[in-house]
Every structure is written in structure tokens, then in C-alpha cells.
T-cell receptor
Framework: KAGVTQTPRYLIKTRGQQVTLSCSPI?????VSWYQQTPGQGLQFLFE???????NKGNFPGRFSGRQFSNSRSEMNVSTLELGDSALYLC?????????????FGPGTRLTVL | GESVGLHLPTLSVQEGDNSIINCAYS??????FIWYKQESGKGPQFIID?????DKRQGQRVTVLLNKTVKHLSLQIAATQPGDSAVYFC???????????FGAGTTVTVRA
């Protein structure tokens, strides 16, 4: 069974631009979560989606948004990029109820904001 | 706010020795805990989990211990191998929250 895939793997943007990251969960998984990983703040929860509904959201500004499609694929969008948004963005999928349903992480998208 | 943290940012271990990685958590409502391993260039990989109604759980070469009295979690790796070199994160979750709060991570380096 294929793992969680994220595209693109690397991205370079400039301040003020917006970016969309994509995540394809493991087949059959209906929950998708997003995390931001930085050296200073570590891994921080962004949001979680299940059946196209956001069930939880972390403490990030409104510039960070996401959505989930009927096939469980998910996208996250960051608008008006800031230098501090440079990070590894990780997507994780699970059957239905993370984290007690094991979350499987993708390799991440490395975003660099110049 | 409440957070999960690891006691040591780095740990150097001789190959074949046992490793112990520690973590302190502060959210008394958390009832589920997980250890993840992250290798360079990869996403975190599930190692082992434990619920708050247990104090010990064993896997293959790994054991997780939970001490709710002092809010402490540890991961023991038996006979550490070069492939165990990675960053290890503990994470906690309160019930029905659908999210994990991660600690800062401990970088484990295995010496040959």
C-alpha cells in the first residue's frame, strides 16, 4: 500500500506570495492532519480534516487554511507569506480518529520564503 | 500553555548499549502518548504508543514507560543499532482532540 504523498517536496517563494501544498493520504484513510516543523518551534499542529470537515485547528493565523476533498486528498494554503513561514510542512493520515488511529506521516514539503 | 518536552536535546550511545530517552508532559488531561522517530529527510515514523491506563508497554526492542504521578514518559531502546540514529519525539493527546502536541525532540547518535 502506498504511503502518504506530498507535493511538491521543495518550494521556494518570496514574501507576500501565496502557496498551496498537496497531500494524498493512504488509501482508505479519511483523516488528514497538517503540522508545521521548524527548528525553533518544533512540530506544531495546524489542522485536521475528516470527511471534508475541519475538526480541530491549531494556533496559527488566518493566513493558514486548508481543505479536504471527497477523495480525502487535502490541500493547505498559506497566503501573504512571511519569512517565518519557512518550514517543513508535514501531512499525516489515519483511518478516522487520530491520534489513537495511528497517524502515518508523509515526507513533507520544504517551504523556503525569501 | 501546556507542552510536552524532552529532558535532553542530544544523546550519544555506544552501539549495543541500551538507550533511554526521557520526556516530561504537563497536560494532566492527556490520556494517550506516542513516541515517533524521525530520520533525516523523512517524516516522523510511529514507534510505540501507550494509554494512560497503562504504565508500561513493550514492542520490538522498545519499551515505553509512563509515570502519571510525575508526568513522565520514557522510551527505552534495547541493543541500540546504527539505524536507531534519528530524532525522537514524544507526543501527547487529550481525549477526542484529534491532534498531537509534540515535544522538542532528542537527537540520538549511535557510536560504532
Amino acid at each position: 500500500k502506498a504511503g502518504v504523498t506530498q507535493t511538491p517536496r521543495y518550494l521556494i517563494k518570496t514574501r507576500g506570495q501565496q502557496v498551496t501544498l498537496s497531500c494524498s493520504p493512504i488509501s482508505g484513510h479519511r483523516s488528514v492532519s497538517w503540522y508545521q516543523q521548524t527548528p525553533g518551534q518544533g512540530l506544531q499542529f495546524l489542522f485536521e480534516y475528516f470527511s471534508e470537515t475541519q475538526r480541530n485547528k491549531g494556533n496559527f493565523p488566518g493566513r493558514f487554511s486548508g481543505r479536504q476533498f471527497s477523495n480525502s486528498r487535502s490541500e493547505m494554503n498559506v497566503s501573504t507569506l512571511e519569512l517565518g513561514d519557512s518550514a517543513l510542512y508535514l501531512c499525516a493520515s489515519s483511518l478516522s480518529s487520530p491520534p489513537t488511529d495511528t497517524q502515518y506521516f508523509g515526507p513533507g514539503t520544504r517551504l523556503t520564503v525569501l | 500553555g501546556e507542552s510536552v518536552g524532552l529532558h535532553l536535546p542530544t544523546l550519544s550511545v555506544q552501539e549495543g548499549d541500551n538507550s533511554i530517552i526521557n520526556c516530561a508532559y504537563s497536560n494532566s488531561a492527556s490520556d494517550y502518548f506516542i513516541w515517533y522517530k524521525q530520520e533525516s529527510g523523512k517524516g516522523p515514523q510511529f514507534i510505540i504508543d501507550i494509554r494512560s491506563n497503562m504504565d508500561k508497554r513493550q514492542g520490538q526492542r522498545v519499551t515505553v514507560l509512563l509515570n502519571k504521578t510525575v508526568k513522565h514518559l520514557s522510551l527505552q531502546i534495547a541493543a541500540t543499532q546504527p539505524g536507531d540514529s534519528a530524532v525522537y519525539f514524544c507526543a501527547e493527546a487529550p481525549p477526542n482532540d484529534y491532534k498531537l502536541s509534540f515535544g522538542a525532540g532528542t537527537t540520538v547518535t549511535v557510536r560504532a
